[in-house]
């Protein structure tokens, strides 16, 4: 139903809509109370969005320390870069071992003679890639044999192939092949190293020799050849020059007049590196979640309607807001226990996996004929918190590395990380993979999907999407109210005005009557 037309007090005098305003006022509080609980829940909302991604973030990062791959840190090195190099994929066991490159892996190639021929009446010519083989070879065709390891393909030249033809077929065999006409060569090579790939041309010994690809007057011609090293004393033959032996890759670049040396040895910078990445990535993310939980309180602070943002500028607007989205997730209970289980998680201490097995429920249980073991925590290896009395604002749970460097507050400490990771790389490998197994555990329980919450979500975003459809239809009720109320008063105001007017123009009459 359309609204009536809302009319001031014409013949009253009366501010008309400042009187309906007054009298709904209840009904205009009610849609803004409304209207304000629901930008705040997604205010809220966005804040546990960002919680959620930077939890993810973090989970997912646990996969590069929970497994024993991801910590095969080693590092090799040679005596001399300049015949080789060396990496390792983490399986190669410690120590020194002789290298040997008795020979480096080629390509076959063959660079045919400069072609050159004459016509029928002695005049020279110039060979192009649609000169015909014919043409040079004096009128002569024929079968060419082209051999490429041990793979036969048969050429025709007949009347009407020309260069340009020779060239597709070398390359249809499986060889690289070009003719450049301003050195009036062919050049013809193996696209891959190795003895295996040598190749060979024979058939019609006049074309052959006419295009200056037989072994009397092609300009060179090289065999394929496979790469040969000894490591330790063992040889070893391979058709490039890379070779991955034990855990080490060696790739030859120059022949040896005596052996050289390859050493390889567990990477302990690597480790250390590794070990402040997760503090530092947990770091991150405590403090961040420490942040909002202790944020100052929002007090009475509410979104502010579009009347009352009119009456201020765009940075009290802006200042206003802020301060209410500060404070969106402080004391929250899920963030607590989001917090809880990061911290906790970072606080126990683990047998080393020589000596105990972890079940699929992250519990440890001695191993067969062990009867006592040391456990190990961070704290072990001088990687502790400070505690609230001596850490910064909200830097309670931060995790700090006795030596780091880059660490002020503990860089003149005793660096225990990595002592330990010289003298037992395992241990603390050990620990740092249990504590991240175990983070990524309890992480993952509580970012199961319920009836609250969706999967891999850790805060109910079911429940306050509900909650916000809720204030819709509560903001849509009372808007409804509010309008009908308002039509209501202006029909009123309406009809008295109009009743006002004529009588009026009844008065008016009287008076003309008697004037």
Do not use: C
């Not at 709904?24 to 705040?40: G, L, P």
């Not at 809220?44 to 930077?54: G, I, R």
């Not at 090799?76 to 399986?91: H, I």
């Amino acid at each position: 139903m359309s609204s009536p037309i809302r009319m001031s007090g014409m013949v009253s005098g009366l501010d008309t809509e400042s009187i309906v305003t007054a009298l709904t006022s209840d009904y205009q509080n009610k849609v803004d109370k409304y209207k304000k609980a629901q930008t705040k829940l997604s205010w809220k909302q966005d804040a546990w969005k960002e919680v959620n991604t930077e939890v993810n973030d973090f989970y997912n990062s646990l996969d590069k320390y929970r497994y024993s791959s991801a910590w095969s840190l080693q590092k090799a090195t040679v005596s001399d870069a300049t015949k080789a190099t060396v990496s390792t994929n983490g399986k190669a066991f410690n120590g020194t071992q002789t290298l040997e490159i008795t020979q480096l892996a080629t390509s076959a190639s063959l660079t045919s003679g400069k072609l050159s021929y004459t016509d029928s009446d002695k005049k020279a010519h110039t060979v192009t890639s649609s000169t015909k083989i014919s043409d040079i070879a004096g009128g002569t065709t024929g079968d060419l044999t082209i051999k490429v390891g041990d793979k036969d393909t048969t050429f025709t030249v007949d009347s009407d192939t020309t260069v340009n033809d020779l060239v597709n077929a070398l390359k249809t065999a499986g060889l690289n092949a070009s003719f450049d006409e301003t050195q009036q060569r062919f050049y013809i090579s193996s696209k891959s190293s190795g003895k295996d790939q040598s190749f060979s041309l024979s058939g019609s010994d006049d074309i052959l020799k006419a295009l200056k690809l037989d072994s009397s007057t092609r300009a060179n011609a090289t065999a394929g050849q496979d790469a040969i090293i000894k490591l330790d004393g063992v040889e070893y033959n391979n058709s490039t020059n890379n070779f991955s032996i034990n855990g080490l890759n060696i790739q030859a670049q120059a022949t040896t007049s005596s052996a050289i040396t390859v050493t390889s040895q567990t990477d302990t910078q690597g480790i250390y590196d590794k070990v402040k990445e997760f503090i530092s990535s947990y770091n991150d993310l405590i403090n961040d979640l420490t942040d909002r939980y202790n944020a100052a309180s929002s007090g009475s602070y509410e979104p502010l309607t579009d009347d009352e943002k009119s009456q201020m500028s765009d940075k009290e607007v802006e200042k206003w807001e802020k301060k209410i989205k500060t404070g969106l997730l402080r004391r929250d209970d899920t963030l607590d226990s989001i917090m809880n289980t990061l911290t906790n998680g970072m606080m126990a201490s683990y047998y080393d996996d020589s000596v105990a097995t972890m079940d699929i429920n992250g519990k440890q249980t001695l191993n067969a004929g062990v009867t006592s073991a040391k456990k190990y925590s961070l704290a072990t290896f001088g990687i502790m918190t400070k505690g609230i009395l001596q850490s910064a604002t909200n830097r309670q749970y931060e995790y700090h590395i006795d030596g780091d460097e880059d660490d002020d507050s503990v860089s003149s400490n005793a660096d225990k990380l990595m002592t330990a990771i010289t003298e037992d790389p395992d241990k603390v490998i050990d620990l740092v993979k249990n504590v991240a197994n175990n983070l990524s555990r309890n992480l993952k329980k509580q970012m199961t999907a319920t009836s609250l919450r969706s999967v891999f979500t850790v805060y109910n975003d079911k429940e306050m999407a509900s909650e916000y459809s809720s204030y819709t239809e509560l903001i849509n009720t009372w808007t409804t109210r509010l309008n009908d109320m308002q039509d209501s008063y202006y029909k009123k105001f309406s009809k008295m005005e109009s009743t006002l007017s004529k009588l009026q123009q009844s008065t008016s009459s009287i008076s003309g009557l008697t004037s």
